[in-house]
């Protein structure tokens, strides 16, 4: 210090410097930056090639998707139904004309079922010599499987729906069978493949009821001596499966093999011609059950039906031939009658089956019939 000076006195370097508290030391810190919407950072794009690839693949998707979705329904608005199912109906009668099958086709409508079928509506079987006698179905579906396109098979489904039941019918076959069924000039082939029928309380009424009046409208000599029986009402409920299956495209039943079994609830059978008395026969038990193999035709014992005055029992094999014709019978047959049709019939039926009479004993019958169908024997 230097001693002019006064002791009182203060030196400016000697004085500390104060800083005022907002005016601290900057430190470098990111945290609680805000960038200005200005800022060149905001027009920066840092995302990388592969999420910009994929976000531009699933642009396009999307467009796509959009776009055959648009063409598929533009499709489907403007595709003429109406010419197409006259050309598929017109096909079908020429076929039915072609093969002397009295039988005309109309439906009520037609459409595409998505993705990949068909639907009608409305559709009939017309005798064309009795034009009363009309078979209706109410709606029937096809739906076809375009996977197995992809293994060189067409399988489809048809379900038909009728009075309150359905039947259901799903096949597949080879593609390559049946393009060779369609070059064979063979009258009768059969493809390979598998076909499946699965009825659920199924209206036997009109289906039996068309197929009496075709055949008793077709004026054939043959048919006159069971004439009087074409005029019989038979009706129920139909249940049950269906299953062929053909192991090789061919016209001989060796490779055919074939699961039946049916049940009929709530049957019925009415004679409607006065000169058989036959009484109306209520069902308690109706069944049918065959297995065909190796052209063996084999009736199981579950074979059976059961009514008010009738009892039968059948069971035992047919041996049939290509042409569909039986060459040889083994059978085993009980038979029941009581009332009207024991006094009508316990004569006439054991006759007919080229058997004696007096194995009808208190209003039963058990035989056991064998041969042929024109040579038979009953013991």
């Known amino acids: 210090m230097d001693k002019s000076q006064r002791r009182s006195s203060l030196i400016v370097e000697d004085m500390p410097v104060l800083r005022p508290e907002d005016e601290s030391e900057e430190v470098p810190s990111t945290v609680g930056r805000k960038t200005s919407l200005f800022s060149s950072d905001v027009w920066v794009d840092n995302t990388s090639p592969r999420v910009k690839k994929g976000r531009r693949l699933k642009t396009i998707l999307t467009y796509s998707l959009v776009g055959l979705s648009s063409f598929i329904l533009f499709l489907y608005l403007s595709f003429p139904f109406n010419v197409v199912k006259e050309v598929l ?18 439906v009520g409508n037609f459409k595409i079922k998505l993705p990949v079928g068909l639907s009608f509506e409305d559709i009939q079987f017309t005798n064309v010599n009795d034009p009363s006698s009309v078979l209706k179905l109410g709606k029937a579906t096809v739906s076809l499987s375009p996977l197995s396109l992809f293994v060189g098979k067409l399988s489809a489904q048809v379900r038909v729906e009728q009075s309150g039941g359905n039947f259901e019918l799903e096949t597949s076959h080879g593609i390559a069978d049946l393009i060779s069924l369609g070059n064979s000039r063979r009258a009768m082939m ?20 068309n197929f009496m009046t075709y055949y008793r409208t077709s004026n054939d000599p043959s048919l006159q001596t069971i004439l009087p029986f074409l005029s019989t009402e038979i009706g ?8 062929v ?7 001989s039943l060796e490779k055919l093999n074939a699961d039946v079994d049916l049940k009929i609830q709530k049957a019925y059978l009415e004679m409607k011609n006065e000169t058989l008395p036959i009484p109306r026969q209520d069902f308690t038990d109706a069944r049918i059950k065959i297995k065909l193999a190796k052209k063996s035709l084999d009736i199981l014992p579950e074979t059976k039906f059961i009514a008010t005055d009738l009892g039968l029992n059948l069971s035992g094999r047919l041996s049939i031939s290509d042409m569909m014709d039986v060459t040889d019978v083994k059978l085993n047959l009980g038979l029941s009658l009581k009332g009207k049709l024991e006094e009508n019939y316990k004569t006439i039926l054991p006759v007919s089956m080229g058997c004696d009479p007096a194995k009808f004993v208190d209003g039963k019958m058990e035989v056991e019939i064998s041969g042929n169908l024109l040579a038979r024997t009953c013991t």
């Open 245 to 251: 299956d053909m192991n090789a495209t061919t016209d």
């Open 190 to 209: 059969i493809p390979k493949g598998t076909v499946e029928l699965d009825f659920v309380r199924f209206d036997l009424r009109p289906l039996v009821s």
């Open 236 to 243: 129920g409920q139909l249940n049950g499966k269906l299953k």
């Open 89 to 106: 109906i017109g096909k079908v009668n020429d076929t039915f004309m072609q093969n002397s099958v009295r039988l005309r086709l109309t």
